[in-house]
T-cell receptor, first 111, second 113 residues
């Protein structure tokens, strides 16, 4: 099955810095999702995007559905220690029966 | 509270000893799916189900079985576990009405010795 290309693979940042990560694909997607996974826990949905060009915020998190429908971006502003975790994207194509996942971005925030 | 519940959370077993990991959701979702998560490989789909009595193979179905006799339950069965099935397993569900985002369980960490 297709995996989405997610970058960067890992990030080490100072508390207070902004974070950017992205997912790309060679295929068109109708839905883009961003999840956060903390150690020992299941992924938790952060933001869902349903329309090309859509820009959606959830607190300090902002995600965008790329206008080509082949990519999506997640930004975290003013990072704090509790932002630590693995962030990964997921996409749903118009065939609608399988979600595809990025391999994740591991975020470490240094106080 | 809307949730996907997996049991057990942790399981250590020996090669060849049949086991079942249960998954239940209380959101009346039609779609349910099993994934395994391994370092560097991300989430890989094992099996999925579009509705009761409808199941299909995902990307890595070998060595696994599933059943969907009721809408809320989607157990994962390992008839003869092997060490390469040591992994972190997640069950997830979604509504097919507008394809809501996947809701994940908290995971089952399986070790096969």
């Amino acid at each position: 099955g297709q995996q989405l290309n997610q970058s960067p693979q890992s990030m080490f940042i100072q508390e207070g810095e902004d974070v950017s990560m992205n997912c790309t694909s060679s295929s068109i997607f109708n839905t883009w999702l961003w999840y956060k996974q903390e150690p020992g826990e299941g992924p938790v949905l952060l933001i869902a995007l349903y329309k090309a060009g859509e820009l959606t915020s959830n607190g300090r998190l902002t995600a965008q559905f790329g206008i080509t429908r082949k990519d999506s971006f997640l930004n975290i502003s003013a990072s704090i220690p509790s932002d630590v975790g693995i962030y990964f994207c997921a996409g749903l194509r118009d065939t609608g029966n399988q979600f595809y996942f990025g391999t994740g971005t591991s975020l470490t925030v240094i106080p | 509270e809307a949730q996907v519940t997996q049991n057990p959370r942790y399981l250590i077993t020996v090669t060849g000893k049949k086991l079942t990991v249960t998954c239940s959701q209380n959101m009346n979702h039609e779609y349910m799916s099993w994934y395994r998560q391994d370092p560097g490989l991300g989430l890989r789909q094992i099996y999925y189900s579009m509705n009761v009595e409808v199941t299909d193979k995902g990307d890595v179905p070998e060595g696994y079985k599933v059943s969907r006799k009721e809408k809320r339950n989607f157990p994962l069965i390992l008839e003869s576990p092997s060490p390469n099935q040591t992994s972190l397993y997640f069950c997830a569900s979604s509504s097919r009405d507008g394809w809501s985002p996947l809701h994940f369980g908290n995971g089952t960490r399986l070790t096969v010795t």
